[in-house]
T-cell receptor, first 109, second 113 residues
Framework: RKEVEQDPGPFNVPEGATVAFNCTYSNSASQSFFWYRQDCRKEPKLLMSVYSSGNEDGRFTAQLNRASQYISLLIRDSKLSDSATYLCVVGSGTYKYIFGTGTRLKVLA | NAGVTQTPKFQVLKTGQSMTLQCAQDMNHEYMSWYRQDPGMGLRLIHYSVGAGITDQGEVPNGYNVSRSTTEDFPLRLLSAAPSQTSVYFC????????????FGPGTRLTVT
């Protein structure tokens, strides 16, 4: 079983829709969680950290479920510019960050 | 600030050749790392450094060497290129106090024939 798993997608959604992705992790001792965004043939960029109580940044909401060992990302009112691959990242130690393979989102006009 | 820069952007090597991928950052970040990204595999950590003169192995270090003589530079050396090293290589840096917030360079696309 992979340490971090994501549905590769693609998730095809119309503009204005709400879409959610999940990411599961296998190491119950994992301590930190993040979502990165990667545009086609570009470098990953940090989108947001994920806190135990859940957190929101504009149209984006991230949540952590430690009991079931998954994190989620919710995007409301999708824009064309949200089309990208979303990478889940799990930190299990001081310098060990495991990247998921990503979930591809296409927002359609 | 230029952020994290990488050279070259593209490279084709023959099996057995060696080369160095360059990475530099101008943000005075203590932590730097090298990842490779392959289809269906996600980014995998090759080597990392927590400061000048200190390096350590990541998940997939075999076939690669690194050194960190200055805070700014963190080159990755391929000793004897193999087709299995065909990949996209990303360098990243961050402050030690906020290691997870990594800034990535634009990547080097390497093909080994």
């Amino acid at each position: 079983r992979k340490e971090v798993e994501q549905d590769p997608g693609p998730f095809n959604v119309p503009e204005g829709a709400t879409v959610a992705f999940n990411c599961t992790y296998s190491n119950s001792a994992s301590q930190s969680f993040f979502w990165y965004r990667q545009d086609c043939r570009k470098e990953p960029k940090l989108l947001m950290s994920v806190y135990s109580s859940g957190n929101e940044d504009g149209r984006f909401t991230a949540q952590l479920n430690r009991a079931s060992q998954y994190i989620s990302l919710l995007i409301r009112d999708s824009k064309l510019s949200d089309s990208a691959t979303y990478l889940c990242v799990v930190g299990s130690g001081t310098y060990k960050y495991i990247f998921g393979t990503g979930t591809r989102l296409k927002v359609l006009a | 600030n230029a952020g994290v820069t990488q050279t070259p952007k593209f490279q084709v090597l023959k099996t057995g050749q060696s080369m160095t991928l360059q990475c530099a950052q101008d943000m005075n970040h203590e932590y730097m790392s090298w990842y490779r990204q392959d289809p269906g595999m996600g980014l995998r950590l090759i080597h990392y450094s927590v400061g000048a003169g200190i390096t350590d192995q990541g998940e997939v270090p075999n076939g690669y060497n690194v050194s960190r003589s200055t805070t700014e530079d963190f080159p990755l050396r391929l000793l004897s290129a193999a087709p299995s090293q065909t990949s996209v290589y990303f360098c990243a840096s961050s402050y030690s106090r906020d290691r997870a917030k990594q800034y990535f360079g634009p990547g080097t696309r390497l093909t080994v024939t």
